[in-house]
């Protein structure tokens, strides 16, 4: 269903409507036009200036080279359109560090499926290439939509727990046993 390659330094993921690939700094304004959003990061304690922006793509840039893996560029294979990002990072998820899958699509594009399309490519990419028995995502309580994705790639709430940066946050899991179910 979906490709993974790496062809020398191009990393890619493949879906039927998505590619999914490294950022580079070329993607700044494009990310900046959706970070900077109030509407998009209404669950953020505030949207990204220009320099938060380019600070989110360098530490993407170091969690490839450290884990192999980050948040990865989403861009639409018809057009080339870059959408969001979606990846897998290591957070700090009620004081234990953990694999969390994580995902931003443009307002332009929300309700289209595309950070599902996005979550579930990158699920079966982790649970393909890495060791992790369970992956993560977690997000302010009043953020639907991001549990809502959560729920379409087959995660269920485990937990909720209360923290300064969202007031209450919610988790949401699925188990390397629960995928392969899926299947």
Known sequence: MYKFRINGENFMIETERLALREFM?????????????????QHYPQPFNKEKTKHWINW?????????FGLWAVVLKETGRFIGDCGITIQ??????????????????WKKGYG???????????????DYDCLYSYMKYTNISSFSTAKAIGMRKIKEYSDKKNE?????????NEWEDLF
């Open 116 to 130: 599902s399309e996005a979550g579930k490519a990158v699920r079966d990419w982790a649970f393909t290439n890495t």
């Open 60 to 68: 993407n840039l170091q969690n490839y080279q450290e884990f192999g």
């Open 92 to 109: 700090n998820i009620d004081n234990e560090f953990l694999p969390e899958i994580g995902y931003h699509i443009h307002k332009k594009y």
């Open 25 to 41: 700094w070329d993607d700044c304004d494009n990310l900046y036009e959706i970070l900077s959003d109030a509407e998009t990061m």
């Open 168 to 176: 209450i946050s919610y988790v949401y899991a699925i188990t390397r």
